[in-house]
């Protein structure tokens, strides 16, 4: 894929001349007209020879191009996300971020990545210096002396926590001989094995199996946090945290409460330990200034996109952040300090311009403050084709005949393997299953899987980038692929007030969270209140045992006592009622596995066809429970499924690729719905995937006349309907199927 799509690039004149004016150094070049995709094909190609740092304008434009850039040349390119910047005091925070900005340093200040993107406001956000970070990745290898304590040593003063059995990055866990990390940005956790002063093997293992997944010599290990330590770099933050403690011994309630916040700050620093929001003060820690080009080479070019609209953004950054800050500092909730979190963006551009640096802009207008001799694109994009083959074929008969080089990005295997074939029949030949790595023939269309955000043209050379959007009009986006915590569901949700239901204690009322001190050891509790006077304080480790309370109604639940036995009696009621209904319901599935069902088909080419058209990416609960469905749809077996999911991750398009299966079987289905509002929506789902695909769908409620519904029903007893969508009037005895195969039930507590 690479020299399908670089090698025209890098014979093009204008890039050429960019190379030229990149090597007389110090060069400021706009680019102008090029589509964002072009900003990407450009990046990889000057990658080749220098490391690049690409500015964008937020996070979702940086995580665009970062993902084009991987598909011309994967893994050439890593995403800085902007740091999750919490000016007061939090009691929890997701770890996600914070790894990845690691990740990105660290390849960065190593070399390891070539291609560095960052939003804006994520290069604006204040890093410890450059060579301090780079200290703070220590490196072991076999055969080297060092006492294992002396590498645990190494590993806390970089962030990493001591615990039992390391299951999250950045964490080390040590036993015997025996020291296991898990590194920053790592798949695997590192077990290395001391024998008495020498360390003398390092295994890579899953962390989940704790099975071995082989040796290695080396290994280099990113910091736990971007505040690693410096020579007095700890003392200097005591200093100023003790200085401000000092100023706010005052009465008022924004002295107490910033004091207080002080006060534990303190108390970590004196003992040598660190607190989790330390990465907020990197400003108290370090003399001088450092941001993300500080951790590149000295060779670095700097691709801005839209600088004038990236000052614009910078400025807007910082002065919310200001704002916001002036509220909480007047509240005792934030330090002074912080408002050094952010660099101006007139402070990056001074570091900017001892640099070659880029300028894309859409038109010529360019501000005075970046210079240089301009470079005009001729690449444009492409229009969709809105997946009219005929259409693409139409085009693509005009790039052969024309000696274009013509690369299809079709997003996917199936996707690429069918469009293959499609082309075929209209007597295009494309070429797809070979080595995905050689040049294009003028003339040629060559098939790749990648996906790409959007396709451009270059007349000058006569090549073409078609992406899947502009073929099959629409591209796979992520969904989500993983289920919220339930302990963090929890946590989110819960406010002060609340009632709650405790699996031992029964029903209390959450009050907050409050800090207490324990043999020495500081930790957050839930705070419960019982009937009478009694409390209960739960770790927030143990969050699993509390559920919030969700009864009938508007009614006060009525609050449980603690040591009382009331709960004990109304939880085993509850497991005998339970165990009664599992006998009612062992009862009535035994009789239905003695009924033999319908076994439909196996998938068709148009089933296959229908799921390809889904817009977005599957996540693999969606793919395993619309395959156990379809399993059980093949199967005599009388399918009985449950499928439960929380919005937005995917449960309608499970029932989609259901009910269009039981439709090319030539069965009918019916979805039942509890609200008129539900089935408008299910009749919307309907009419955007069953569009192209001869599938007959109707809804019966009351936003249909008494004449409509009439005509709905007599074309659903005869046949003339595939899929009916419908509130309670499904029921009706007026209502009759004339081979109906599939009931979806929506809501069904409802």
């Known amino acids: 894929m690479e020299k399908a799509l670089l090698n025209p690039i890098i014979e093009w004149e204008r890039y050429r001349t960019l190379e030229k004016t990149l090597r007389e150094g110090n060069s400021a070049i706009p680019v102008i007209g090029m589509p964002q995709i072009g900003h990407a094909h450009l990046a990889v190609a000057l990658s080749k020879k220098h490391p690049l740092l690409l500015l964008a304008f937020d996070e979702l434009d940086a995580i665009r191009l970062c993902d084009d850039i991987n598909a011309f040349s994967p893994g050439v390119a890593e995403h800085l996300p902007a740091r999750d910047i919490q000016l007061r005091k939090v009691q929890a925070h997701s770890k996600d971020v914070q790894v990845k900005r690691l990740s990105a340093l660290g390849s960065a200040a190593t070399g390891k990545t070539r291609i560095i993107v960052a939003g804006i406001q994520s290069a604006m956000q204040r890093l410890s210096p450059a060579k301090y970070f780079f200290q703070a990745m220590p490196e072991f290898s076999v055969g080297q002396r060092i006492q294992m304590h002396e590498a645990a040593k190494k590993l806390a003063m970089t962030g990493y926590a001591r615990v039992d059995n390391v299951q999250d990055q950045g964490q080390f866990a040590m036993r015997g001989g025996i020291l296991d990390i898990y590194p920053t940005g790592w798949e695997y956790g590192a077990r290395l094995d001391f024998f008495d002063d020498e360390l003398y093997e390092i295994k890579l293992f899953d962390t989940d199996t704790q099975r071995s997944c082989g040796n290695t010599n080396s290994i280099r290990i990113m910091p736990a946090m971007e505040a690693v330590p410096a020579p007095k770099a700890l003392d200097r933050m005591l200093w100023y945290f003790e200085d401000q403690f000092g100023r706010n011994i005052q009465s008022s309630t924004a002295a107490r409460n910033i004091g207080m916040r002080l006060e534990e700050y303190i108390h970590f620093l004196r003992t040598g330990m660190y607190f989790d929001d ?57 330090l002074p300090c912080q408002e050094d979190i952010y660099l101006s963006f007139d402070k990056l551009f001074l570091d900017i311009r001892c640099r070659n640096r880029i300028g894309f802009f859409s038109i010529e207008r360019r501000p005075a403050w970046f210079g240089g001799d301009i470079i005009k694109s001729d690449s444009k994009l492409i229009n969709s084709f809105s997946g009219s083959i005929d259409a693409l074929a139409e085009k693509l008969s005009f790039y052969k005949k024309n000696k274009w080089r013509i690369v299809l990005a079709a997003g996917s295997d199936a996707r690429a393997k069918r469009l293959q074939d499609e082309l075929n029949e209209r007597d295009i030949y494309a070429v797809y299953g070979e080595s995905q790595d050689r040049d294009v023939r003028p003339g040629e269309v060559f098939i790749s899987p990648q996906a790409f955000s959007q396709g451009c043209e270059y007349s000058d050379i006569k090549l073409t980038l078609i992406s899947d959007k502009e073929i099959f009009g629409s591209k796979k986006k992520q969904g989500p692929q993983t289920r919220p915590a339930k302990n963090m569901d929890l946590f989110t949700s819960l406010k002060p007030g609340d009632y709650i239901v405790h699996e031992s204690h029964g029903i209390g009322q959450y009050i907050g969270i409050e800090k207490l001190r324990f043999e020495n050891r500081s930790r957050d509790y839930m705070q419960i209140r019982f009937a009478g006077t009694d409390k209960l304080f739960v770790p927030t480790d143990q969050m699993d045992k509390v559920q919030k309370y969700m009864g009938a109604g508007d009614a006060v639940p009525r609050l449980s006592k603690l040591g009382g036995t009331e709960w004990a009696k109304t939880s085993q009621r509850v497991r005998e009622s339970v165990k009664q209904l599992a006998m009612d319901l062992i009862a009535l599935y035994a009789k239905r596995q003695a009924i033999k069902g319908y076994a439909f088909s196996p998938d068709m080419v148009w089933q296959k066809q229908f799921e390809e058209s889904f817009p977005y990416e599957e996540t693999p609960d969606q793919e395993q429970c619309a395959d156990e469905i379809k399993n059980d749809m093949e199967s005599t077996k009388i399918m009985d499924r449950l499928l439960c999911g929380d919005v937005g991750y995917g449960k309608t398009e499970v029932a989609m690729r259901a ?92």
């Not at 820690?285 to 004038?308: H, Q, R």
């Not at 609209?309 to 200001?322: A, P, W």
């Not at 005509?711 to 009706?732: F, M, P, Q, S, Y």
């Open 278 to 334: 330390m990465d907020n003060f990197i400003s108290c820690m370090y003399e001088g200034s450092s941001w993300a080009l500080d951790y590149m080479p000295e060779d670095t070019i700097v691709i801005m996109e839209e600088p004038s609209r990236l000052k614009e953004r910078g400025e807007s950054i910082l002065e919310d952040h200001n704002a916001k800050l002036a509220s909480l500092l007047d509240r005792g909730e934030a």
């Open 659 to 750: 009910v269009f299966k039981a439709v090319l079987d030539g069965k009918q289905c019916a979805i039942l719905v509890p609200t008129t509002i539900l089935a408008q929506q299910h009749f919307n789902t309907l009419s955007s995937r069953m569009e192209g695909f001869p599938v007959r769908y109707e809804m019966l409620s009351r936003f249909r006349t008494a004449t409509e519904q009439k005509n709905i029903i007599k074309a659903l007893k005869e046949g003339n309907i595939d899929v009916i969508v419908g509130t309670h009037r499904l029921l009706n005895k007026s209502v009759a199927f004339k081979d109906l195969g599939l009931l979806i039930i929506d809501e069904e507590q409802r």
